[in-house]
């Protein structure tokens, strides 16, 4: 405060002095002059200091030296009361982030921990290093208060900075008040990839190509999060490849898996595209291309044989079948396994490759059993399966029928008939020179010789028709009992179950 000092009177009033004098605890009051001559002003200063709260007096004596000049006195009362106090919390923030990415904002809670109204509250910003990067705004001018403080990115290079901001009252006695700001901004997440290619290579025998993958790590500073993987087709029917990643993360592994689906043989790309929001060189492409070649696929010459023999005549050979490649590459691994359909589950049909890479010949034989272990008679089914593993029509089934037929020695035919045609025919009849081969070859397929009583040689013209009992001279020779064409030519009629078993022996191919 201050006080006009004046002259009331005449003359000239100087030599004016000042004393202080406290009622009480002294100290807290301060009194000057700023000249010693009226007119003049008295500055009056107090100071809590350690003063308490409470009321307290003092007096301040103004003197002249000069002759016949009273001094005056002036009091005063000085009352100290609990004055507001700003307090913050917390009293310090710390930010972080990322080169491309502004932190999340934060809040400063001001409050009044002393007496009275803490109000006319006011901000301000002090930099460290950097500017214009910090805004602190308050949302009322009273405590409590709240001040939200957020930093920005932009315009800033990897480092650290420091700012202050300041609270400031008027009514606070400790006013201004200092939060300390501090912010790191770490170099950008940047996403690096182990590879930026990928193929596979499939052909039209598989279903999908081995999985591949790729690593993702983060090349820069900060946390690489928020990863994602997604596929764009630029050729061929999409959904032939998946993309995964193992975590959204760095690092993460991105697993890569092809499938053919209904794809034909033919080139067809794709690309990946892995992105993140927080990564400064987002996104990043992989590109990915398949190749579906046409697999090799199995040919044969010939998908099925039919044979058939004389019961217990042993084993004979089917005419062979050529293993080819009618598709693509190279057919390799060829094997071959035997089904038994019908009949006997083993041992009546074996079947060889020669090669194991087409060209290929299949070789295939079937056994009617011994003299002493013939294999029953009657018809008999298998497959034989020609496989491999790169074919894309593995298997290929080649159908076998073997028919077991009556034998001319292993049955009794011939027996039957050597007793039979005894007395005409004994050059091929035992026990003369008579063999069954002989018998078989001057018999099957061989022209029935006419001679005169002979007419219906022109109607049989072939002595035995393999396969073919009704067509053959002999069934007509010995169905008859009486006249030219009667064999035997005396004596009783051949028996009937003879001449069936002479009828099924020719009908089942009249083997030896």
Do not use: K
């Not at 046409?294 to 217990?312: H, N």
Request: glycine letters at 10%.
């Amino acid at each position: 405060r201050t006080v006009a000092i004046s002259n009331a009177g005449g003359g000239t009033l100087n030599q004016l002095s000042v004393t202080v004098e406290h009622s009480g605890p002294g100290g807290w009051l301060e009194a000057t002059l700023d000249r010693s001559t009226a007119p003049a002003v008295l500055t009056v200063r107090a100071t809590t200091g350690a003063l308490a709260t409470g009321s307290y007096t003092a007096s301040i004596r103004l003197a002249s030296a000069t002759s016949l000049v009273d001094s005056r006195t002036v009091p005063v009362t000085f009352t100290v009361s609990a004055g507001a106090i700003i307090t913050a919390s917390p009293t310090a923030l710390s930010f972080s982030s990322a080169l491309n990415v502004s932190p999340s904002a934060q809040q400063i809670v001001v409050s009044n921990s002393g007496g009275g109204v803490l109000s006319g509250l006011s901000l301000s910003v002090l930099y460290g290093n950097g500017t214009g990067w910090l805004t602190a705004t308050l949302d009322v001018s009273t405590a409590p208060a709240t001040i939200i403080v957020q930093p920005s990115v932009s315009g800033l290079t990897a480092g650290t900075y420091t700012a202050t901001v300041r609270i400031v009252s008027a009514a606070a006695a400790n006013s201004p008040l200092s939060v300390a700001v501090s912010y790191t901004v770490a170099q950008a997440p940047t996403i690096e990839v182990s590879t930026t290619s990928r193929s596979f290579n499939m052909s039209t025998s598989v279903s999908s190509a081995p999985q591949q993958t790729v690593a993702i790590t983060n090349g820069g500073g900060g946390d690489l999060t928020g990863l994602v993987a997604t596929v764009n087709y630029s050729s061929g029917t999409g959904g032939w490849l998946t993309a995964t990643l193992d975590a959204t993360t760095a690092p993460a592994t991105l697993r890569l898996q092809a499938t053919r689906g209904t794809l034909n043989a033919g080139s067809y790309n794709a690309f990946v595209v892995v992105s993140s929001p927080v990564a400064n060189n987002s996104p990043r492409m992989i590109a990915v291309s398949l190749l579906v070649t046409q697999a090799p696929s199995i040919g044969l010459s010939a998908t099925s044989r039919a044979a058939s023999a004389g019961q217990g005549n042993g084993s004979s050979s089917l005419s062979s079948i050529t293993v080819s490649n009618i598709g693509g590459g190279i057919l390799t691994g060829l094997g071959r396994t035997i089904e038994y359909v019908s009949g006997p589950q083993t041992g009546w049909l074996s079947a060889s490759l020669n090669n194991s890479s087409a060209p290929a010949v299949l070789s295939m034989n079937v056994d009617a059993g011994s003299s002493g272990a013939p294999l029953p008679l009657g018809t008999y089914t298998a497959r034989i399966n020609i496989t491999s593993p790169v074919a894309d029509n593995s298997p290929r089934v080649v159908n076998v029928s073997f028919t077991v037929a009556l034998s001319l020695v292993n049955s009794g035919v011939f027996n039957s008939i050597n007793g039979s045609c005894s007395g005409c025919h004994n050059n091929f009849i035992a026990p003369n020179i008579g063999t069954p081969a002989l018998f078989r070859s001057n018999m099957v397929g061989v022209p029935t010789v006419r001679r005169i009583g002979y007419p219906l040689a022109s109607t049989y013209p072939t002595r035995i028709v393999a396969g073919n009992a009704t067509l053959s001279y002999l069934t007509y020779q010995l169905a008859h009992s009486t006249g030219a064409y009667r064999m035997p030519t005396s004596g009783s009629p051949i028996a009937l179950s003879i001449r069936n078993l002479i009828r099924d022996w020719i009908n089942g191919g009249a083997h030896p």
